[in-house]
């Protein structure tokens, strides 16, 4: 598989359920990111990663917890969301977080918290 | 405040017209302007500019930036109605530790038969 994927799809959750979102890079890329996209809204840079470790937190709140086990994988993990946190979330990878602004985006995941 | 503002927000056309998308920007440490094609999924890349006055060209789409001015345009012609989509401006700014791309709201472009 090429690119940048992303599981699930498609997620509908209560405010008090943890789920886990996946992205999956294979294209060799030392950076990955989270996005968030809300209607109407511009893309919101939620976290940086590189090289597995976080570089950068822009003020998310902590009900969004990310993890990047390696440089291929990186999860967010969700616990006690808000109805507003519905929204796509896009993961991202590029070459490098310096001097390397071309990213790569995965399909995303459209989340409904209910 | 870093802002990227695209216009028009939306857009209709016919078939085989030619259109030009906008996108302005108030950016400190500007590195470079990149645009993409989302539709019901991953924004695509199209291009990166970096250097004023350079057209960079695909196929029937290319796009020119002005750093004096601070804009950039995307033109696509004799469009088709696979090009319907949203189509997103991003600066590159440099950010210390990292870059950031500042994303503007999109232009959504449809294109009836």
């Known amino acids: 598989e090429t690119g940048v994927t992303q599981t699930p799809r498609h997620l509908v959750m209560g405010m008090t359920n943890k789920k886990s979102l996946k992205c999956e890079q294979h294209?060799?890329?030392?950076?990955m990111y989270w996005y968030k996209q809300s209607a109407k809204k511009p893309l919101e840079l939620m976290f940086v990663y590189s090289l597995e470790e976080r570089v950068e937190n822009n003020s998310v709140p902590s009900r969004f917890s990310p993890e990047c086990p390696n440089s291929s994988h990186l999860f967010l993990h969700l616990h006690t969301l808000q109805p507003e946190d519905s929204a796509l979330y896009l993961c991202?990878?590029?070459?490098?977080?310096?001097?390397?602004?071309?990213?790569?985006f995965g399909p995303g995941t459209r989340l409904t918290v209910t | 405040e870093d802002k990227v503002v695209q216009s028009p927000l939306s857009l209709v056309v016919h078939e085989g017209d030619t259109v030009t998308l906008n996108c302005s920007y108030e950016v400190t440490n500007f590195r470079s302007l990149l645009w993409y094609k989302q539709e019901k999924k991953a924004p695509t890349f199209l291009f990166m500019l970096?250097?004023?006055?350079i057209e960079k060209k695909s196929g029937r789409l290319s796009s020119i930036l002005d750093k004096k001015e601070l804009f950039s345009i995307l033109n696509i012609t004799a469009t088709q109605t696979g090009d319907s989509a949203v189509y997103l401006c991003?600066?590159?700014?440099?950010?210390?530790?990292?870059?950031?791309?500042?994303f503007g709201t999109g232009t959504l472009l449809a294109v009836q038969p």
């Open positions: 991202a990878s590029s070459l490098r977080t310096v001097d390397s602004y071309e990213q790569y």
């Open positions: 970096t250097s004023s006055g």
């Open positions: 294209l060799g890329h030392n950076a």
């Open positions: 991003a600066v590159g700014r440099y950010g210390g530790a990292t870059n950031k791309l500042i």
